[in-house]
């Protein structure tokens, strides 16, 4: 009624703004709620393709890995003693420092998921020490010096305060870079 009392500048005027508010209710309520949600799903779906990138990595490795686990086999065996935990390594450092003569004065474990870290004070003499690290290389392959630091305790004498780091890797390693 009303519609039809207005000049026909004013009736198109009228169409093209409701044409203008349904696109602008359009864009508002349904295009832009849906944008975000395509670049959710768009993020999601890189992140999945990241993952599947690493696990086709992970699987290319898998040949190589089996080929290091049969390297590391005869070394495995060949150790009497693997060490896998704080108290193992405690008794064995305590039975090398018994047949040395070696007196360890402090015994500081800090472990981890993949190895023990351990900081240790000894006194002895450096006959003492040699023979203390010959008898704990039974964890050849699987122990890793950090620092050894010797030092005289007294001039003119032959005992020596020992500090040690090292890491006993709770698996096996062949040294240097092919870990």
């Known amino acids: 009624m009303m519609f039809s009392k207005l000049s026909r500048r004013e009736r198109i005027l009228l169409i093209i703004l409701a044409i203008i508010g349904v696109v602008a209710l359009y864009y508002y309520f349904l295009f832009l709620p849906m ?8 993020d999601e779906r890189l992140f999945k393709e990241n993952q599947v990138n690493q696990f086709l990595i992970i699987i290319g490795r898998i040949p190589q890995m089996e080929a290091r686990y049969e390297e590391l086999k005869p070394v ?8 896998s935990t704080v108290d193992g390594l405690l008794h064995i450092l305590e039975n090398a420092s018994a047949k040395s003569g070696i007196e360890i004065t402090s015994f ?3 472990e981890r998921e993949e ?4 900081n240790m004070l000894a006194d002895g003499s450096y006959e003492e020490l040699i023979l203390f690290l010959d008898d704990i290389d039974s964890l050849r392959g699987q122990i890793e010096f950090k620092k ?3 030092a005289r305790k007294n001039e003119g004498d032959d005992s020596l305060n020992i500090n040690g780091t ?3 890797h709770k698996d096996l390693f062949l040294g240097g870079d092919q870990r």
């Open 35 to 42: 944008a975000d949600k395509i670049a959710l799903l768009e």
């Open 76 to 83: 495995r065996n060949k150790i009497a003693n693997m060490v």
């Open 108 to 110: 500081i474990p800090d």
């Open 115 to 118: 190895y023990i870290q351990v």
């Open 148 to 150: 050894i630091i010797v």
């Open 166 to 168: 090292f890491i006993i």
